[in-house]
């Protein structure tokens, strides 16, 4: 359980941390230095590398989650909430990457900068949802045993 729990709570930190300082302090810093272009360019490389560790992130907090609570009988209520809102981040993580992040990179292969700015302003507005899910489910996490 120990090791589960690490490798969970260190997952969320990765996932939620990243999207914390993609969404608060990349994303105003490169609209102030960068044109559409070199930010769209800038993004695709971010979102690159960082989906690569959300990825393993996602599958280690569904599967250590669900192993976990599958030796809790019954199941406590704030860890039914965490694994929906858990659930629900994956599947928006997934049509992220499969969509909007999929037409970015293709966007910026062709030169379609507008094209680019729609996909990431999609982007922009969905990791908005997940980083305010992150936050939340810590929160349940967290404080759901003592509640
Ligand atoms: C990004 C999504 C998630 C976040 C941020 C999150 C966060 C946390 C945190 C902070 C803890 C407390 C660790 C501790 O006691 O020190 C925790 C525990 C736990 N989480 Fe999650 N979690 C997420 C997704 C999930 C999912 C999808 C599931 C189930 C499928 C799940 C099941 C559990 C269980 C069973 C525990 C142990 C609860 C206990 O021992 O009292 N979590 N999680």
Redesign the pocket.
Same mark, same amino acid.
């Given at each position: 359980?120990l090791v589960e729990?690490l490798l969970?709570?260190l997952?969320?930190v990765v996932?939620?941390g990243g999207m914390f300082v993609a969404y608060l302090a990349v994303r105003p810093a490169a609209v102030e230095a960068l044109e559409p272009p070199q930010r769209l360019k800038l993004w695709t490389g971010i979102f690159a590398r960082f989906f690569r560790w959300v990825w393993l992130a996602v599958f280690l907090? %569904?599967g250590?989650?669900?192993s976990?609570?599958g030796r809790?009988s019954p199941?406590?209520g704030?860890?039914l909430v965490?694994?929906g809102?858990?659930?629900l981040?994956?599947a928006i993580f997934m049509h992220v990457y499969f969509a909007p992040f999929g037409r970015l990179k293709r966007a910026v292969q062709h030169e379609d900068w507008k094209a680019g700015g729609a996909a990431l302003g999609q982007i922009r507005i969905l990791i908005g949802v997940n980083l305010a %899910?992150?936050l939340l489910?810590?929160g349940?996490?967290?404080l759901?045993?003592m509640l």
């Open positions: 359980m729990k969970h709570v997952s969320d996932w939620v907090i %569904l250590t989650g669900f976990m609570m809790m199941v406590p704030y860890v965490m694994a809102v858990g659930v981040m994956s %899910l992150g489910n810590i349940v996490g967290m759901g045993p």
